[in-house]
């Protein structure tokens, strides 16, 4: 098939799992366009998927740039072209907008087939942004105008009924990582490194776009009770609005020389593979990406049970989940986890199993191209009965 896909470049889970369905995809004998206002930040292989800038020109009479209006050309341009089957927009605001908009404008101009536009959502699309008053019926509106809907966890599927007025089906399919890549891969001279062995005994890592629901304040309050009790060490991987913020928590406990923040990084899989326990105590996580990442590497998670979390996490098998104001109860799970190698051990071995045999790329991307068939093939989730939702 001939696919665009359409996502944010910056860090984030919708932009990394769009960039890893695109290349997933191309691998697998289609042509991917990939489309975003700049090159996707886990796009590594150019040579199989082709990228289209969108370019959004600044104009003294608006406020602010017209992305929308410019998303929507590009993808129009594309189609065009490329004769794209499918138009898959990853992130409802404002992506499943311009998607529609794109699809109007081709249905009144000669040209070629009009893709079928799908729409994924991620979570904060929905949970954050999406049901704002200010957005809401819109997005809603835009969702219902897709040929096909899906949502990466039962949670998200469920809080977008009860939060947007959407009646289109909902698809089920998650999250996946390439578990050829994301494996243990321990080396001791990054251990060393990253946690010198004659300063701490433990290292503590959390990894997000530090955003508030990313709670960087709370992962900062975990180590804190935890280092009351153990020689351990806090690494920050990503960059965001509330890095600031975990630079003066960790000033305030006075642990700045226990605390790394180690920016984005192009690669985490050694730094996950070298960890003790992960720390991802967030308001809310529509699935958890950077958990399974974490879970795929072989360190255990301890996180907050919201959203989907739950369904990414068996608590007390392969890892810990704890109500998010329960923060002494997180402690206690990460100083297990530190004192109890052997459950430590357990935890690791069963939760990278339990990705294996659920979030694998080889076991969800047949998912979406069944769905893209369905859709290409005349089958509708819009027609097939709003009034499922």
Request: glycine share 10%; hydrophobic share 45%.
């Given at each position: 098939?001939?696919?665009?896909?359409?996502?944010?470049?910056?860090?984030?889970?919708?932009?990394?799992?769009?960039?890893?369905?695109?290349?997933?995809?191309?691998?697998?004998?289609?042509?991917?366009?990939?489309?975003s206002s700049d090159l996707p930040f886990r796009l590594r292989d150019t040579n199989h998927v082709t990228f289209h800038r969108v370019d959004t020109p600044a104009y003294p009479l608006f406020r602010e740039p017209q992305y929308v209006l410019s998303l929507s050309t590009r993808i129009v341009q594309v189609v065009r072209e490329h004769r794209l089957d499918v138009v898959h927009a990853h992130y409802a605001v404002p992506h499943a907008a311009a998607a529609y908009l794109a699809r109007q404008i081709?249905?009144?101009?000669?040209?070629?087939?009009?893709p079928k536009i799908i729409t994924t959502l991620h979570g904060t699309d929905i949970t954050l942004v999406g049901s704002d008053p200010s957005y809401a019926e819109?997005?809603?509106?835009?969702?219902?105008?897709?040929?096909?809907?899906?949502?990466v966890s039962q949670s998200l599927k469920d809080d977008t009924y009860r939060q947007l007025p959407v009646r289109s089906p909902i698809e089920v399919i998650p999250n996946f990582l390439d578990c050829e890549r994301y494996q243990p891969r321990p080396d001791p001279?990054?251990?060393?490194?990253?946690?010198?062995?004659?300063?701490?005994?433990?290292?503590?890592?959390?990894?997000?776009?530090l955003r508030p629901v990313k709670r960087v304040d709370a992962v900062v309050q975990i180590f804190h009770l935890v280092r009351a009790q153990a020689r351990v060490?806090?690494?920050?991987?990503?960059?965001?609005?509330?890095?600031?913020?975990?630079?003066?928590?960790?000033?305030?406990?006075?642990?700045?020389?226990?605390?790394?923040?180690?920016?984005?990084?192009?690669?985490?899989?050694?730094?996950?593979?070298?960890?003790?326990?992960?720390?991802?105590?967030s308001a809310q996580e529509s699935f958890g990406l950077a958990a399974m990442e974490a879970m795929a590497c072989g360190l255990p998670v301890v996180?907050?049970?919201?959203?989907?979390?739950?369904?990414?996490i068996t608590h007390g098998e392969t890892g810990f989940l704890h109500h998010p104001d329960d923060l002494a109860g997180m402690a206690n799970s990460a100083l297990a986890l530190l004192r109890d190698r052997a459950l430590h051990d357990r935890i690791a071995h069963?939760?990278?199993?339990?990705?294996?045999?659920?979030?694998?790329?080889q076991r969800i991307v047949p998912q979406y191209e069944a769905f893209y068939s369905r859709l290409v093939a005349g089958s509708s989730t819009a027609d097939a009965g709003l009034a499922d939702g």
């Open positions: 098939m001939r696919i665009g896909i359409v996502c944010y470049a910056s860090v984030g889970g919708s932009g990394i799992v769009a960039t890893e369905l695109a290349t997933s995809l191309a691998h697998r004998g289609h042509r991917v366009h990939l489309i081709l249905a009144a101009s000669d040209g070629p087939p009009i819109t997005v809603a509106f835009c969702i219902d105008q897709s040929d096909g809907v899906t949502a001279e990054v251990r060393a490194r990253l946690c010198p062995p004659d300063r701490y005994d433990g290292l503590l890592v959390h990894m997000s776009n060490k806090l690494l920050l991987v990503g960059d965001g609005p509330d890095r600031s913020l975990a630079v003066q928590r960790a000033s305030e406990f006075g642990l700045s020389e226990h605390v790394d923040i180690l920016g984005e990084q192009d690669d985490i899989r050694q730094i996950l593979s070298v960890g003790d326990v992960f720390l991802l105590p996180a907050s049970r919201v959203g989907g979390v739950p369904e990414v069963a939760a990278r199993i339990d990705v294996v045999q659920r979030f694998c790329e």
